[in-house]
């Protein structure tokens, strides 16, 4: 099992940015991809960007050009850089781990655009 703990969260204007953290430990050979999603109020948890073990990545289509998803592999870590933030980002922010078939979540952390 893959435990992940995401930090970086907090209150930015419109415009700033931050730089999340997750760090994953526990079982986490063979992890074939690991990624962030979001949830703001009201809302489906959507898709945000992802990294696979061989550094390929993808983004949703509005976050692109502005955030920057990236890994560590000696400290089990992913970041996400987010730029040029937006009211609309604000959401609660989820590590997600991808090992075959099985899904690892984190518990969130907020972050909040003030315009």
């Known amino acids: 099992q893959v435990q992940l703990v995401e930090s970086g969260g907090g209150l930015v204007q419109a415009g700033g940015s931050l730089r999340l953290s997750c760090s994953a430990s526990g079982s986490i050979f063979s992890i074939n991809a690991m990624g962030w999603y979001r949830q703001a109020p009201g809302k489906q948890r959507e898709f945000v960007a992802f990294?696979?073990?061989?550094?390929?990545?993808n983004y949703a289509d509005s976050v692109k050009g502005r955030f920057t998803i990236s890994r560590d592999n000696a400290k089990n870590t992913v970041y996400l850089q987010m730029n040029s933030l937006k009211p609309e980002d604000t959401a609660v922010y989820y590590c997600n781990a991808k090992k075959g078939l099985l899904n690892s979540w984190g518990r969130g952390t907020q972050v909040t655009v003030s315009s």
């Open positions: 990294i696979t073990s061989g550094d390929s990545t």
